[in-house]
């Protein structure tokens, strides 16, 4: 090594495992060195490119306090294959598809409103009533329990680090959907709250009533006419 490190100093790429992220890249492979580092240890990060920077980093005791965090190594563990190349190419739109008569328009996107309530639908952060202790979601005024009421006793609630389970689905084959059908389902999460979402990174046949799901955050629309990407939380089968 030109620089005078050892083999075992350096970093796995996970080329073979992921591919080429992009710009991520760098930081995915820091958070893999992060899994095994110790406090005191050193990191030296560096990435090429349109230019070139590097981060050297050493690790602190709060280290320990992310250990029990997913990480790149969970996250690899439960990847799903998409099993051929044409659902690789639809989904990066290198290939034009035919939305079909049922396909639908996207329509613009607001930006102030998405602004304005960003922590909603990027966070995906409700409410909790105060007075009987009920998480909701969207985030509301009065409690949408019927036994309680409350009105503004409300605090912010984040259900995107909370697992669930399925309470009902439905795949849809009339619906336009990049990788048919269109799966959607209700979801009653641990401590309570339920909405609906996408299920994606499964199979319709492989779902159940009962089985338990996680947030995980993913592109939801195109509004290409502005250049725009949407993006929302979807429902993911538990696999590790």
């Not at 920077?53 to 690899?76: S, W, Y």
């Not at 409350?150 to 399925?166: K, V």
């Amino acid at each position: 090594m030109r620089l005078g490190f050892e083999l075992g100093q350096i970093q796995d790429h996970m080329f073979t495992s992921i591919g080429h992220t992009g710009t991520a890249y760098p930081l995915m492979m820091l958070v893999a060195a992060l899994e095994d580092a110790k406090p005191g240890d050193k990191i030296l990060v560096a990435s090429y490119g349109n230019g070139s920077d590097a981060l050297f980093l050493q690790v602190t005791k709060e280290i320990e306090k992310a250990r029990d965090r997913r990480g790149m190594k969970k996250h690899v563990a439960s990847k799903k294959d998409l099993g051929s190349y044409e659902k690789y190419v639809t989904f990066r739109e290198i290939l034009d598809i035919d939305t079909g008569g049922r396909g639908e328009e996207i329509a613009g996107t607001q930006l102030s409103t998405l602004w304005r309530e960003r922590r909603m639908v990027l966070g995906l952060c409700g409410s909790k009533c105060r007075r009987c202790g009920t998480p909701q979601y969207p985030p509301q005024e009065i409690c949408a329990n019927p036994k309680c009421g409350a009105i503004n006793e409300m605090d912010s609630y984040r259900f995107s680090d909370r697992q669930g389970i399925l309470f009902t689905y439905t795949g849809d084959v009339l619906a336009f959907s990049p990788s048919p059908p269109a799966i959607y389902g209700t979801v009653n999460f641990d401590g309570g709250g339920r909405w609906m979402f996408d299920l994606n990174d499964c199979e319709l046949d492989a779902l159940q009533v009962g089985m338990p799901v996680e947030m995980s955050f993913r592109r939801k629309y195109h509004d290409a006419p502005r250049g725009i990407y949407g993006y929302f939380w979807k429902a993911t089968p538990i696999r590790v």
